[in-house]
């Protein structure tokens, strides 16, 4: 479906707005999607994304270079550590050095989790996401977004 028919407009949208609406419009349908499959495994988006940096950092990394690196960096990361600390997908481990700096690092639980996670996103039916794509045309989308922030 087209962006004009998902929001019932019947007058051309001019390219630079059409291209704006089609990013905000696709963004809440990915949220939506990623909300659903995460529900599941009671998470919320900012809780996989952590997991899903930590996995990236095997050494971990403190609250202040996860906060960096999430996609949405107004989250309290402090908060969510501690929600996924609690159901043993992170460890906080207290540098011996100075006391006030906290190493954050998935568990294996957690890298279990965001693999399963991982696993359900990108099974090849026809409810996975960019399936539709060849890998070529996923990697133009990339490219041309990147291109749109500078």
Same mark, same amino acid.
């Given at each position: 479906?087209?962006?004009?028919?998902?929001?019932?407009? &019947?007058?051309?949208?001019?390219?630079?707005?059409? $291209?704006?609406?089609?990013?905000?419009?696709? $963004?809440?349908?990915?949220?939506?999607?990623?909300?659903?499959?995460?529900?599941?495994?009671?998470?919320?988006?900012?809780?996989?994304?952590? #997991?899903? =940096?930590?996995? /990236? &950092?095997?050494? /971990?990394?403190?609250?202040?270079?996860?906060? &960096?690196?999430?996609? %949405?960096?107004?989250?309290?990361?402090?908060?969510? !550590?501690?929600? #996924?600390?609690?159901?043993?997908?992170?460890?906080?481990?207290?540098? *011996?050095? %100075?006391?006030?700096?906290? !190493?954050?690092? =998935?568990?294996?639980?957690?890298?279990?989790?965001?693999? $399963?996670? /991982?696993?359900?996103? *990108?099974?090849? %039916?026809?409810? $996975?996401? /960019?399936?539709?794509?060849?890998?070529?045309?996923?990697?133009? #989308? &990339?490219? #041309?977004?990147?291109?749109?922030?500078?």
């Amino acid at each position: 479906m087209t962006l004009e028919e998902e929001l019932k407009n &019947s007058t051309p949208i001019p390219p630079q707005t059409r $291209a704006i609406l089609n990013i905000l419009f696709t $963004a809440s349908w990915l949220d939506c999607l990623m909300n659903r499959t995460l529900r599941d495994y009671g998470l919320t988006n900012p809780q996989y994304n952590i #997991l899903r =940096i930590l996995r /990236g &950092s095997p050494q /971990g990394l403190s609250v202040l270079d996860i906060k &960096s690196r999430m996609i %949405d960096r107004s989250s309290n990361v402090s908060r969510l !550590v501690e929600k #996924l600390r609690e159901q043993e997908l992170v460890e906080r481990i207290i540098s *011996n050095e %100075d006391r006030r700096m906290v !190493v954050v690092s =998935i568990s294996k639980k957690g890298l279990e989790m965001i693999d $399963a996670i /991982g696993d359900q996103m *990108n099974q090849g %039916d026809d409810k $996975a996401i /960019g399936n539709k794509m060849t890998e070529q045309e996923l990697l133009d #989308l &990339s490219l #041309l977004i990147d291109k749109l922030r500078l």
